[in-house]
């Protein structure tokens, strides 16, 4: 069985990066409406057994999921690690580890991800930049330390050769496209879709408004 843990910062520190664009409601309204793209889309994934959101912020409780509540919000590795700390979810044949920042990802690109797998094997999605982590897979659970942030992608794949594992790289445009930085929300409301993220984009005013103000796009236009 293979279990999905999507880590989540506390409403009010997720997305500060936005903050130039969004208020404090906007940023929050962006966060549960990407979070609920991704339940969704894994929901869809045959390959993917059970869902579990790892939070500290008790806001993230009606999302249909499980929920693995931290004492305390002190990152995302330390989220992954606090829920691989309960016996029960580590009794799995594979960890999938996916943020909530990827409103884009298909379930045929997750299914990818999380293929049945021989222990020993890390997958690894890359984000758009080739830079960061957006998905990684581990069979088993425990087979390593995970490693997000900034270059998190060569370090993934170094931690998996230490531990001789099979490392493999699955990509997929939806999956890769995240949420995080200024010019990524004014690029992502330049795409159509159909997500739950489009449409509060839309309804808010905010996509509207960020495409009249960044017409060329964020590096491009006004800065």
């Given amino acids: 069985m293979t279990l999905a843990l999507v880590p989540m910062k506390d409403l009010g520190e997720a997305?500060?990066?936005?903050?130039?664009?969004?208020?404090?409601?906007e940023?929050?309204?962006?966060?549960?409406?990407?979070?609920?793209?991704?339940?969704?889309?894994?929901?869809?994934?045959?390959?993917?057994?059970?869902?579990?959101?790892?939070?500290?912020?008790?806001?993230?409780?009606?999302?249909?999921?499980?929920?693995v509540e931290e004492?305390?919000?002190?990152?995302?590795?330390e989220a992954v690690a606090h829920a691989l700390s309960r016996p029960p979810l580590t009794a799995r044949d594979a960890l999938l580890v996916l943020p909530g920042d990827v409103p884009g990802a298909r379930p045929e690109e997750i299914d990818r991800l999380a293929a049945p797998a021989s222990p020993g094997t890390v997958r690894i999605a890359p984000a758009r930049d080739s830079d960061g982590t957006n998905g990684l897979m581990l069979a088993p659970p425990g087979l390593m330390a995970t490693a997000f942030g900034p270059g998190?992608?060569?370090?993934?794949?170094?931690?998996?050769?230490?531990?001789?594992?099979?490392?493999?790289?699955?990509?997929g445009d939806g999956i890769a496209f995240d949420i995080d930085t200024p010019g990524d929300l004014v690029d992502f409301c330049a795409v159509d879709g159909q997500s739950e993220t489009h449409t509060y984009l839309d309804v808010s005013g905010i996509r509207r408004r960020l495409l009249a103000e960044y017409p060329h796009g964020f590096t491009d236009g006004k800065t």
């Fill in 15 to 25: 997305k500060q990066r936005l903050s130039t664009l969004l208020d404090e409601p």
């Fill in 27 to 67: 940023r929050t309204g962006l966060v549960y409406a990407m979070l609920r793209d991704v339940i969704t889309a894994l929901r869809a994934a045959t390959n993917v057994d059970e869902i579990a959101i790892v939070a500290h912020d008790r806001g993230y409780l009606d999302f249909g999921v499980d929920f």
């Fill in 71 to 77: 004492a305390v919000n002190e990152g995302y590795n």
């Fill in 152 to 171: 998190s992608f060569a370090r993934h794949a170094a931690l998996a050769e230490a531990k001789e594992a099979t490392v493999e790289k699955t990509n």
